[in-house]
């Protein structure tokens, strides 16, 4: 298993657009955690998955922002009507429950707003 | 309001001496903790956690120590070495929750 990853890695849109993010997870991982990381700061949760339910949102998530998980594998986060403050670099996890809950990260995808 | 803080932005060492690593906390209702490494251009990786139940946990040159009366944990890497220089990250949940909330994060550079 090569990790999580997550594509694109980076991401320059204009202010205005719609932008999607792909995530895969460790395949045997039934949790999947969406997180914003700006600079200087560390990451902020936005969403949770167990297999394919949504779980639990951030108030950092505004209805310009929707996750989902369809068949409770890969996760897709879109950004409509993206505004400048949405650069960010957005970090998806994995994690199963057992033993204690570790989450791995992926790469991160860097979306800059123009 | 941040719960989970880390007071100290960056921190310089001298290779082959000990990093202390500190992370304080204002949620009482965390137990479980977590410490990340990460290097530029790449996600974080998982180094060390902790349970409640401990007040100590060791993985090689990582120690994790736990003072949940102070709120307070720190992350001990003894020797450090310059593969060590990144931005370490303390993380937080409430019962092996689902929710982590992470600290802003302490760059450490280890000199050769």
């Known amino acids: 298993d090569t990790g999580v990853s997550q594509d694109p890695r980076h991401k320059i849109t204009k202010r205005g657009q719609n932008v999607t993010f792909r995530c895969d997870p460790i395949?045997?991982?039934?949790?999947l955690y969406w997180y914003r990381q700006t600079l200087g700061q560390g990451p902020e949760f936005l969403t949770y998955?167990?297999?394919?339910?949504?779980?639990?949102k951030s108030r950092l998530l505004s209805d310009r922002f929707s996750a989902e998980r369809p068949k409770g594998s890969f996760s897709t986060l879109e950004i409509q009507r993206t505004e400048q403050g949405d650069s960010a670099m957005y970090l998806c996890?994995?994690?199963?429950?057992?033993?204690?809950?570790?989450?791995?990260f992926g790469p991160g995808t860097r979306l800059l707003v123009l | 309001d941040q719960q989970v803080k880390q007071n100290s932005p960056s921190l310089s060492v001298q290779e082959g001496r000990i990093s202390i690593l500190n992370c304080d906390y204002t949620?009482?209702?965390?137990?479980?903790f977590l410490w990340y490494k990460k290097y530029p251009a790449e996600g974080p990786t998982f180094l060390i956690s902790?349970?409640?139940?401990?007040d100590k946990n060791e993985d090689g040159r990582f120690t994790v120590f736990l003072n949940k009366s102070a709120k307070h944990l720190s992350l001990h890497i003894v020797p450090s070495q310059p593969g060590d220089s990144a931005v370490y990250f303390c993380?937080?949940?409430?019962?092996?929750?689902?929710?982590?909330?992470f600290g802003p994060g302490t760059r450490l550079s280890v000199l050769p």
């Open positions: 949620n009482s209702m965390f137990d479980y």
């Open positions: 993380a937080a949940s409430e019962t092996y929750g689902q929710n982590f909330v």
């Open positions: 902790i349970s409640s139940i401990k």
């Open positions: 395949s045997e991982h039934n949790r």
């Open positions: 996890a994995s994690s199963s429950p057992q033993p204690l809950e570790t989450q791995y």
């Open positions: 998955f167990q297999n394919e339910a949504q779980l639990e």
